[in-house]
């Protein structure tokens, strides 16, 4: 969920280092930013330390775990989008579990829950469960490091939403970015003749795809919409609130996801699932767990990285992440890697790059 940027690194000194290098130069640019990097070391606890790495490690670990556990789901034998889908929520009381003691511990109360921001709440996480069920469909037909490639196309979307709804600034770099990226995902599609599990047909390869770009453009409304309560119904953020707004947004979209399951009869369909799985019972249920843990560890991860440093931080992970999974799929999966899927990996991350830098130009002017 979007959250204020809180500088990693402390705002410079008026006093100057001495140095007879250029600050215009490479060498003293990288002079002035490690005396940045140790003046915030110094003026940071040892804890907040700690936790900004164990939210680092989550979001560089156990997102790419979660999408490889999905496929490994469907590869094992599952069929099931409903199931997967409401693994993505079903983890959310651990977020619970972390936020009820925070009141405690901090003395607060819970922020007042107003007619609109339930409704808000309910309509998040609606949205949330639709979002789960799409990118569902997209890893039952796509390969993982195709999905998760495709799936960071979702930047470009939030960057449109937020300008749209919020009236985040938009430069040339984030507007190199979304072109970027949309190349990148481009050239996947002209390589699908090569990119598909056996016994995936044409249209569910093209319906997979297709899901996945549904699904990034409403993950991307769903940030806009998240900053726009924030900003017109909160109106203050901090890690208690974003913690708040995950909980409740994550429990409907788990009411409605369960509704679903229920309704669909998957749920009936699990035990059957469990003892044709190719692992055994105990393997099926171990992704399902595990499935629903590593996402909301990621989720909690994202969150400490944006509260404690900033949203260029949090950016710079995602890029990291998304040829983590790639190649964690090829290597753990099998995933095919052509030449048109490298070329479009390295395009997405160029615009990660790009859209990174001019996010962090927009902080720097606001």
Known sequence: MPLPSVPLLEPESSMEPESSTPPSSVWGQIF????KARDAYKRRPIPYWI???LGIVAMLVA???????SRVYYDNGGQSKWII???SVAGWPLTALILFPTYFLQR???TPLSLKLALSYIFLGFLSAADNLMYAYAYAYLPASTASLVASSSLVFSALFGYLLVKNQINASIINSIVVITAGLTIIALDSSSDRYPGISDSQYIM???WDILGSALHGLIFALSEL???KL???RSFIVVLEQQVMVSLFAFAFTTVGILLSRDFQGMASEANNFKGGRAAYYLVIIWGAITFQLGVLGATAVVFLASTVLAGVLNAVRTPITSIAAVILLHDPMSGFKILSLLITVWGFGSFIYGSSMGEKSS
């Open 51 to 53: 936790l900004l790495i």
């Open 234 to 236: 909160v109106g203050r």
């Open 108 to 110: 607060i109360s819970p």
């Open 32 to 35: 002035e930013f490690t005396a």
């Open 208 to 210: 997979g795809y297709v």
């Open 63 to 69: 997102f790419p775990a979660s999408s490889i556990l």
């Open 229 to 231: 309560v924030f900003v």
């Open 85 to 87: 889908s409401w693994v």
